[in-house]
């Protein structure tokens, strides 16, 4: 059982690159989460799809734009990286429904020069 | 003000002891309360959940709530080496979405 998968693992961009952060459930869970975390501000929320077919901004939307593909798959593109997009991303999964914590992938650390 | 705030620590305890890790929250109509242990250079992992005022214990850890006061912790009693990681409070509010506090960092001393 995989659980939530992510890839890649690391990456570095030059700023202005553009890149996908891939992140597929097999949990069959409604609800995915994009998530970055940078010392001292602890995870926050860049976008989430709450089922298939949907997806809204969370906290911190600027510069990111996600596609939920299908019920197992949700992505995070970069169009035009900058360096202040350092830091570790984090995709998760959750059943809907309020008493349901998520499960976390391995995480993405992407440093943009 | 943040939504969710915890001491950044770092909290060290002698191995064996009880480490008390607490959190508090400002959303009012805040549900479901969960923590989340991070080790360093890895993912969350959720080891507790709570919905409800007072306490629910799982082995070695214990979630209190106080829902009036805003107020929630996790005891870690008999506490080991393996147990240094930094604690993350994640609440699910009006929003219901997780926001999670900044995290405290746990050191056990051998």
């Known amino acids: 059982n995989a659980g939530v998968t992510q890839t890649p693992k690391f990456q570095v961009l030059k700023t202005g690159q553009s890149m996908t952060l891939q992140c597929a459930q097999d949990m069959n869970h409604n609800s995915m989460y994009w998530y970055r975390q940078d010392p001292g501000m602890g995870l926050r929320l860049i976008y989430y799809s709450a089922s298939e077919g949907t997806t809204d901004k969370g906290e911190v939307p600027n510069g990111y734009n996600v596609s939920r593909l299908n019920k197992r798959e949700f992505s995070l593109r970069l169009e035009s990286a900058a360096p202040s997009q350092t830091s570790v991303y984090f995709c998760?999964?959750?059943?809907?429904?309020?008493?349901?914590?998520?499960?976390f992938g391995s995480g993405t650390r992407l440093t943009v020069v | 003000q943040k939504e969710v705030e915890q001491n950044s620590g770092p909290l060290s305890v002698p191995e064996g002891a009880i480490a008390s890790l607490n959190c508090t929250y400002s959303?009012?109509?805040?549900?479901?309360f969960f923590w989340y242990r991070q080790y360093s250079g890895k993912s969350p992992e959720l080891i507790m959940s709570?919905?409800?005022?007072g306490d629910k214990e799982d082995g070695r850890f214990t979630a209190q709530l106080n829902k009036a006061s805003q107020y929630v912790s996790l005891l870690i009693r008999d506490s080991q080496p393996s147990d240094s990681a930094t604690y993350l409070c994640a609440v699910k509010g009006s929003a219901r979405q997780l926001t999670f506090g900044s995290g405290t960092q746990l050191t056990v001393l051998p």
């Open positions: 959303d009012r109509v805040s549900q479901s």
């Open positions: 709570i919905y409800s005022n």
């Open positions: 998760a999964s959750s059943e809907a429904g309020t008493s349901y914590g998520y499960t």
